[in-house]
């Protein structure tokens, strides 16, 4: 028999569920990593979601093709519409309810 109340045993539980959760969400969010070219397709950035770049990829020859200028304008184009992207897709699941309520559990006798 255990000495714990059932309040504050149902309390317990509560907080392990949410623990749960938070860590169930926190995978997710961790997962968003947008991936979107630059225009020409010679840039393509990787952006988490929290808009951080966290990986930049140019093709071979990117750098010889295009000048100081250019290659800025592509390299920011791409990570405009990664960023954008990323965000969508936070907004995404942030929105898909990720907190889904449920009734609580009721205690025992007092």
Known sequence: MSDIHPDVQAALDAARDL????AELRDRINAIHARRPSPSGA???EIDAMGRLTD?????????RFDSDQLAAEIMAAIRESTADAGRQYRQLMDS???????????GAA
């Open 56 to 64: 930049l990829y140019l093709a071979p020859g990117t750098v010889d």
């Open 19 to 22: 623990r749960h959760r938070i």
């Open 97 to 107: 309810d990720p907190w889904p309520v449920t009734e609580p559990a009721v205690g």
């Open 43 to 45: 840039v393509v950035p």
